[in-house]
């Protein structure tokens, strides 16, 4: 009997409590039973998830909650219904944290993506509610897609002590840009780039030759390579097996389906990233200005196409929320 099946025979872990033991599990939803359920130790929501967490008849009392509190803003408009949405994702937010130990991600306005100052006015105002609520900043990341105005923003949101999850990731300069802005957090998107090479190219990838997990794998050794302390959150997974080659990464932002997929498996679980291999590769340090990141992002089809695309997806999902809580106004 190998070391390993010993090994995993003496535990009897799953496969997601072997994760947990070199990977900071995030939940990739804003569904409360299936945060408790699996004990992830962070939670990411977006307005999407929200709006989908809306329709269930157990979230419909905090849009309740809500709406009744803030009728008497004394706002009208599109003013009273930002005013609302940006409420409700800090009230999910907050009772999130109630679970979980860690942090949470709440996301900017995907229509903010290519403005600074709206970017960190909207940050500000989100960080602001959560502090009326009496959560800590640290508690909370802020998530800001990582085109050049998004990066710029949360560089001057993470000197005020702001702490960012840069998300809509896609390439190695948006990556290294990110961790020269010393953000907290990156979100490379693993499944929309599997999606994109297995539509262009018509062919399915698995294991180690995902492009997925491979710009994953090519960001993490550049963070750990030069000694960069932004940490590296895998997102947007398709199958178990873009996580399992992650294994090891700083953290994996997973969803339910994916976590429950996940804790039926006791197979050992090997750990497949991991720092001090990262520090030995021969990596060539990319030096960055404005005009390089917009051609490099430019250059790659994929990055470019994936960013704008997922930007105009997070922007109707905002909209999609916003007509939703307009609904709801009497």
């Given at each position: 009997?190998?070391?390993?099946?010993?090994?995993?025979?003496?535990?009897?872990?799953?496969?997601?409590?072997q994760?947990?033991?070199?990977?900071?599990?995030?939940?990739?939803?804003?569904?409360?039973?299936?945060?408790?359920?699996?004990?992830?130790?962070?939670?990411?929501?977006?307005?999407?998830?929200?709006?989908?967490?809306?329709?269930?008849?157990?979230?419909?009392?905090?849009?309740?909650?809500?709406?009744?509190?803030?009728?008497k803003?004394?706002?009208?408009?599109?003013?009273?219904?930002?005013?609302?949405?940006?409420?409700?994702?800090?009230?999910?937010?907050?009772?999130?944290?109630?679970?979980?130990?860690?942090?949470?991600?709440?996301?900017?306005?995907?229509?903010?993506?290519?403005?600074?100052?709206?970017?960190?006015?909207?940050?500000?105002?989100?960080?602001?509610?959560?502090?009326?609520?009496?959560?800590?900043?640290?508690?909370?990341?802020?998530?800001?897609?990582?085109?050049?105005?998004?990066?710029?923003?949360?560089?001057?949101?993470?000197?005020?002590?702001?702490?960012?999850?840069?998300?809509?990731?896609?390439?190695l300069?948006?990556?290294?840009?990110?961790?020269?802005?010393?953000v907290?957090?990156?979100?490379?998107?693993?499944?929309?780039?599997?999606?994109?090479?297995?539509?262009?190219n018509?062919?399915?990838?698995?294991?180690?030759?995902?492009?997925?997990?491979?710009?994953?794998?090519?960001?993490?050794?550049?963070?750990?390579?030069?000694?960069?302390?932004?940490?590296?959150?895998?997102?947007?997974?398709?199958?178990?097996?873009?996580?399992?080659?992650?294994?090891?990464?700083?953290?994996?932002?997973?969803?339910?389906?994916l976590?429950?997929?996940?804790?039926e498996?006791?197979?050992?679980?090997?750990?497949?990233?991991?720092?001090?291999?990262?520090?030995?590769?021969?990596?060539?340090?990319?030096?960055?200005?404005?005009?390089?990141?917009?051609?490099?992002?430019?250059?790659?089809?994929?990055?470019?196409?994936?960013?704008?695309?997922?930007?105009?997806?997070?922007?109707?999902?905002?909209?999609?929320?916003?007509?939703?809580?307009?609904?709801?106004?009497?």
């Open positions: 009997m190998s070391t390993a099946v010993a090994e995993e025979k003496k535990t009897k872990l799953n496969q997601l409590e994760l947990k033991k070199f990977t900071k599990v995030v939940a990739d939803t804003a569904d409360f039973e299936s945060i408790k359920d699996f004990k992830p130790e962070d939670a990411t929501t977006n307005p999407s998830l929200v709006y989908a967490a809306t329709q269930k008849q157990q979230y419909t009392r905090l849009l309740d909650e809500v709406l009744a509190d803030r009728k803003s004394g706002l009208s408009g599109h003013a009273q219904i930002e005013d609302i949405c940006d409420h409700l994702l800090v009230q999910f937010g907050t009772d999130i944290l109630e679970i979980v130990p860690g942090r949470v991600s709440t996301e900017t306005d995907a229509r903010l993506s290519y403005d600074v100052e709206g970017s960190i006015k909207k940050a500000r105002q989100l960080i602001k509610l959560y502090q009326e609520r009496k959560i800590p900043r640290e508690r909370v990341l802020i998530k800001i897609a990582s085109t050049w105005e998004g990066l710029n923003a949360a560089e001057q949101l993470q000197k005020e002590g702001i702490r960012c999850n840069l998300t809509l990731m896609f390439s300069p948006q990556a290294v840009r990110a961790a020269e802005a010393k907290q957090l990156i979100s490379p998107f693993v499944g929309r780039i599997y999606d994109w090479y297995k539509k262009e018509k062919r399915d990838y698995t294991g180690p030759e995902d492009p997925g997990v491979q710009s994953v794998q090519e960001i993490y050794s550049y963070y750990k390579k030069f000694g960069h302390k932004t940490e590296v959150m895998g997102a947007s997974f398709r199958n178990v097996g873009q996580i399992r080659e992650l294994a090891g990464c700083d953290a994996l932002t997973i969803s339910p389906e976590m429950k997929e996940l804790a498996s006791q197979e050992p679980l090997e750990r497949k990233l991991d720092p001090e291999k990262a520090k030995a590769a021969k990596i060539d340090k990319l030096e960055l200005d404005e005009k390089k990141f917009r051609w490099l992002l430019n250059e790659n089809a994929m990055a470019y196409e994936k960013t704008g695309e997922g930007i105009r997806k997070f922007a109707a999902d905002v909209v999609k929320l916003e007509k939703f809580v307009a609904s709801k106004i009497k």
